[in-house]
């Protein structure tokens, strides 16, 4: 168990990063986006973000129950004794707003074409689609915004910088 408890710890440690550097690019995306009032051409980063925190929470997870097999107090250092259930309860929000991101990044679903009477498709207003774009950036944004402060305020800053496997 030991072994597994310190491979799961690095690992959770270094995706950590992972999660920092996809949020970095999804608000960077957001935010350009956002200004240039342009159409979303990939839902790359939010993908990206929601994906690394999904990993993250899953190895956070997999800790919290090897610990509790163990028990073993999750954060011994911690600032509080109830700090490994704010952890574990950010790092869940977390990832609900990351995944409402990545959705408000998602084109929305298409409805079926107009035809006149005639026969001929129907011609669909150009601004309404301007205006779902710029719909689409401000909703990612938000929601990317929302999903940085539990993930800053959930990293325990006073443990290493990069664990490896027993620091």
């Given at each position: 168990?030991?072994?597994?408890?310190l491979?799961?710890?690095?690992?959770?440690?270094?995706?950590?990063?992972?999660?920092?550097?996809?949020?970095?690019?999804?608000?960077?995306?957001?935010?350009?986006?956002?200004?240039?009032?342009?159409?979303?051409?990939?839902?790359?980063?939010?993908a990206?973000?929601?994906?690394?925190?999904?990993?993250?929470?899953?190895?956070?997870?997999?800790?919290f129950?090897?610990?509790?097999?163990?028990?073993?107090?999750?954060?011994?250092?911690?600032?509080?004794?109830?700090?490994?259930?704010?952890?574990?309860?950010?790092?869940?929000?977390?990832?609900?707003f990351?995944?409402?991101?990545?959705?408000?990044?998602?084109a929305?679903?298409?409805?079926?074409?107009?035809?006149?009477?005639?026969?001929?498709?129907?011609?669909t207003?150009?601004?309404a689609?301007?205006?779902?774009?710029?719909?689409?950036?401000?909703?990612?944004?938000?929601?990317?915004?929302?999903?940085?402060?539990?993930?800053?305020?959930?990293?325990?800053?006073?443990?290493?910088?990069?664990?490896?496997?027993?620091?």
């Amino acid at each position: 168990m030991d072994n597994t408890y310190l491979l799961l710890l690095t690992a959770h440690s270094w995706v950590r990063w992972l999660v920092l550097l996809t949020g970095i690019w999804a608000l960077v995306n957001a935010f350009s986006g956002v200004r240039a009032r342009g159409p979303m051409t990939s839902r790359a980063p939010f993908a990206s973000f929601m994906g690394s925190i999904h990993l993250q929470v899953l190895l956070g997870l997999a800790l919290f129950a090897m610990m509790g097999m163990g028990g073993m107090a999750p954060f011994p250092d911690g600032p509080r004794d109830s700090f490994g259930w704010e952890h574990l309860g950010l790092g869940l929000l977390a990832a609900v707003f990351a995944t409402m991101a990545n959705r408000a990044a998602k084109a929305p679903a298409r409805a079926a074409p107009v035809f006149v009477a005639d026969g001929t498709p129907a011609p669909t207003p150009t601004p309404a689609a301007v205006n779902d774009e710029i719909t689409r950036w401000r909703g990612a944004l938000l929601w990317t915004i929302l999903a940085w402060i539990p993930l800053l305020l959930a990293i325990p800053w006073w443990r290493p910088v990069l664990r490896m496997f027993g620091q």
